[in-house]
């Protein structure tokens, strides 16, 4: 094997391997989001990992409290349900009983500090109702991305 | 009645003719029949007029709204106006499929009309490898998924679009990107045809080129379109998620860049010749899997659509390509052995070389952030995905390294560049580079990603512009012309290489939108009464009051904001919030007021009888220049594409060696 061609495997093998280690160094607990059901979240030790939980707001569990922009629900899930809390702009149409996904992370108190709230879109609320599905999941992050809508109706 | 019939019938007789030319050209291009061969082609275009036929009647069904058709009803209603029941032909998944198969088969008759006389002993292997990707649609559009379903009942209105894609930008972005996307299929069917032919020299790479660039442009405006329109439309402020559908139309452009560049060595040095095969058909295959995860609901995104039963047929033919076209290589690898060796590290090939590295090891990053969610449930059971901050970390470092590249390239001579010739023409870049450091953290801009991207990029813009000045001036000596028009002859007597480098440009600008708007983004939330301000940043807000309107659609308030900066009103922002009828559904208009500098991004919520709203206030330094980059880029692949002989004089030749 000639000197140059030696040169360029090590070359080679340097470039890759930092890439590698690029890549690998990407996952570090901090960029995961894992993706959990209301029971799974309840049930799971408090820990600092970023969640994304989605379930159905809780009737009368909503409320609001708009000049200070902060919002608190629950969500409900098969056997327990999970205080959320929200500051920002509500998404549009955030109403009890409505589907929603909350990303953030759990405080000590046992609530998901939401950073990041969606909710599901109303023409398509009604297809899935019928047909007893209530969160195809393609058309939450349709959401996701589209709401950062606000809850209360346009005034008359 | 015999418009729905003729579409099915016509996609049927369709998949039956496919099979008839891929039997006949394969068997004719092994046996050398010629009889065969043109029975092969003649089926071919067959298929291509049926499926004009097929497209034609349900672009017709969906104008006339004939809520038979099942397709129909979900995807135009009784208010719908015309261009958008057009545009629902590729607005829901079967239309979107059928577009996919149209455009194949339009590019499968214009590489017959064009290659004809030319390329004899590749011609029935292309064809019959486009009539493979052609069948594996038709057999979905006949079994997997119907175009003209029929509804028991046919409804009194239908289901309508979604508000948010009722926009222009959003009616062109998918046909461009399919347009793109579908391309990458001819330059694949010739890599294929070489490979089982043999016929592995220079031929059928010069062929391709000029497609491969046709589809990457498309495949490029495709996703700048879609970041302007997720910009302008969704209200969140940016412009690109890492969302897995953005992922799948990002991958094949990454690998198709790999392949311009690389190919370029396989021209001038006869290197790198297995490499540029793995690259069409990644291409190839990653085009195929962008389809699939729009439509497999394996992965959620923003733009799916709705879950679909067919994600098998889609991985069984991913991986039969995949099977196939491997193998083929590895029966070529003795063919396909490289005509030099590397000789430095400071030489054009290396840059290239190193450029293909980093496009290529971008694209794993992608793939493997994009795909973990899927390979965390299999092998953890729990749904684990990565977000934005791991594709940024892992990325924005190659990025950089990319941008780097993008001005040294062109710089470094083919094989070896020497210690003065690297003086020579690396000392300007490098002193505007430091210069521009100097000039950032004057400015205390500190952000460390931000400071390397901007100096890198006018490090980059100088030693391109450089190129174009020394190149004019050679002209210059030659013929006493102004610089202006020394300049246009130069670039038209050497398209690829300066059209090629309006693109470095083109992107260097953009880097420098992506790195500034992403690194100093202001956002802020408040709640405002009218009269009221806010400063965001430097910039100063103040809310004027809102505003009741009704149109034919939607009912919508509109918030009126005017801007001052430094104490100057510089504009006026009205961003709104409506409500449409059919389907009832609220969508957030972003009040954007755009500028050299930066744009000023509102969005509006909710208002009180007293009249106060909470609003949320984005300030996007520099956003613009992505727009801008995109504009010199797409200029820059226009004139890579435009024909050899376009713009030059008679009997002058300013060709550039190097």
């Known amino acids: 094997m000639s ?27 901090e ?60 998404p549009d149409l955030l109403e009890n009983g409505f589907p929603v996904i909350a990303e953030g992370r759990m405080n000590s108190e046992g609530t998901l500090v939401a950073h990041n709230l969606m909710v599901a879109c109303p023409s398509k609320f009604e297809e899935m109702k019928e047909k007893g599905e209530l969160m195809p999941e393609d058309h939450l992050r349709l959401m996701e991305k589209a709401l950062k809508r606000k809850s209360k109706e346009i005034p008359n | 009645m015999f418009l729905i019939d003729l579409g099915k019938y016509s996609i049927f007789s369709a998949l039956v003719l496919s099979v008839t030319s891929i039997f006949f050209s394969f068997f004719g291009g ?180 000029r497609w491969t660039l046709f589809a990457w442009f498309f495949n490029g405006t495709g996703i700048l379109l879609g970041g302007a329109w997720a910009y302008k439309e969704l209200g ?68 799916a659509f709705a879950n679909s039963n067919f994600g098998w047929v889609f991985l069984v033919y991913l991986l039969f390509a995949l099977f196939i076209s491997f193998l083929l290589v590895f029966f070529r690898l003795s063919k396909l052995k490289s005509e030099h060796e590397l000789e430095s590290f400071f030489s054009r090939e290396a840059g290239f070389l190193l450029n293909n590295v980093v496009f290529v090891s971008i694209t794993f990053a992608i793939f493997w952030g994009t795909m973990f969610p899927v390979v965390s449930e299999l092998v953890e059971g729990i749904k684990v995905t990565v977000g934005p901050p791991f594709f940024d970390q892992v990325n924005v470092p190659m990025g950089m390294f990319l941008l780097l590249l993008l001005g040294a390239g062109p710089l470094m001579a083919w094989r070896i560049t020497s210690v003065s010739q690297m003086k020579k023409s690396f000392l300007v870049p490098i002193i505007v580079g430091l210069l521009g450091v100097f000039v950032l953290v004057l400015f205390e801009i500190h952000h460390l990603f931000a400071v390397m991207a901007f100096s890198l990029s006018v490090f980059s813009i100088s030693a391109i512009f450089l190129e174009f000045y020394k190149g004019s001036k050679l002209i210059k000596e030659r013929l006493s012309l102004n610089y202006m028009s020394c300049f246009w002859l130069l670039t038209m007597n050497n398209k690829r290489r300066f059209g090629g480098y309006i693109v470095h440009l083109g992107m260097a600008i953009l880097f420098v939108g992506v790195a500034a708007s992403s690194a100093y983004q ?114 820059g692949s226009i004139i890579c594409f435009l024909p050899d002989r376009w713009g030059k004089r008679k009997g002058e030749i300013f060709s550039l060696k190097g």
Not at chain 2, 38 to 45: E, F, L, M, P, R
Not at chain 2, 256 to 262: E, G, K, P, Y
């Open chain 2, 30 to 209: 092994f046996l050398k029949n010629s009889r065969f061969i043109k029975v092969g082609i003649n089926s071919a275009i067959s298929v291509f007029v049926l499926i004009v036929a097929a497209s034609c009647s349900l672009i017709y069904l969906l104008m006339v709204r004939d809520y038979r058709v099942k397709y129909v009803a979900n995807h135009v209603n009784n208010s719908l106006e015309a261009f958008y029941r057009f545009s629902a032909f590729w607005g829901g998944q079967e239309g979107s499929l059928m577009l996919w198969l149209l455009l194949l088969c339009l590019y499968c008759y214009l590489v017959i009309r064009q290659n004809l006389n030319r390329n004899l002993d590749l011609m029935p292997f292309v064809v019959g490898t486009l009539m493979v990707t052609a069948f594996f649609f038709l057999f979905l559009l006949n079994f997997m998924t119907l175009p003209f379903d029929l509804n028991a009942i046919p409804p009194v209105d239908g289901k309508g679009l979604n508000p948010l894609l009722q926009d222009w930008g959003m009616v062109i972005h998918p046909p461009n990107l399919y347009i793109g996307y579908v391309g990458y299929v001819v330059p694949f069917s010739f890599c294929i045809a070489a490979l089982i032919s043999g016929k592995l020299d220079d031929q059928w790479i010069q062929t391709i080129r």
């Open chain 2, 522 to 635: 202001v956002t802020e939330e408040v709640r405002l009464r009218p009269g009221e301000s806010f400063h965001v940043g430097s910039v100063r807000m103040r809310y004027e009051g809102f505003k009741q309107e009704i149109s034919d659609s939607y009912r919508a308030v509109r918030a009126k904001l005017s801007v001052f900066n430094m104490g100057h009103l510089i504009g006026t922002v009205f961003p709104e919030r409506r409500i449409y009828f059919t389907p009832p559904q609220p969508t957030t208009e972003a009040g954007i007021g755009r500028g050299f500098l930066f744009d000023i991004y509102a969005v509006f919520s909710d208002v009180d009888s007293r009249g106060a709203a909470s609003f949320k206030f984005m300030v996007n330094p520099l956003l613009n220049w992505i727009w801008f980059g995109g504009i010199v880029f797409s200029l």
């Open chain 1, 3 to 29: 000197s140059n061609k030696i040169k360029f495997l090590i070359a080679g093998f340097v470039i890759l391997s930092s890439f590698l280690y690029l890549a690998v160094s990407g996952f570090k607990s």
């Open chain 1, 31 to 90: 960029n995961l989001v894992y993706f959990l059901t209301v029971d799974e979240v309840v049930k799971r030790k408090v820990d600092s990992s970023l969640l994304r939980v989605q379930g159905q707001i809780l009737e009368g569990s909503l409320k609001k409290k708009i000049d200070a922009m902060q919002i608190y629900f629950k969500i409900l899930g098969k056997e327990s349900s999970l205080p959320v809390t929200y500051t920002g702009v509500p």
């Open chain 2, 236 to 303: 969140w402020g940016g412009y690109w998620a890492w969302d897995p559908v953005e992922n799948a139309s990002l991958m094949p452009w990454l690998t198709a860049t790999a392949f311009l560049h690389s190919v370029i060595i396989q021209e001038k040095r006869g290197m790198l010749k297995v490499w540029n095969v793995v690259l069409i058909i990644l291409t190839y295959l990653l085009t195929i899997f962008g389809t699939f995860v729009t439509r497999s609901g394996i992965l959620s995104s923003v733009h």
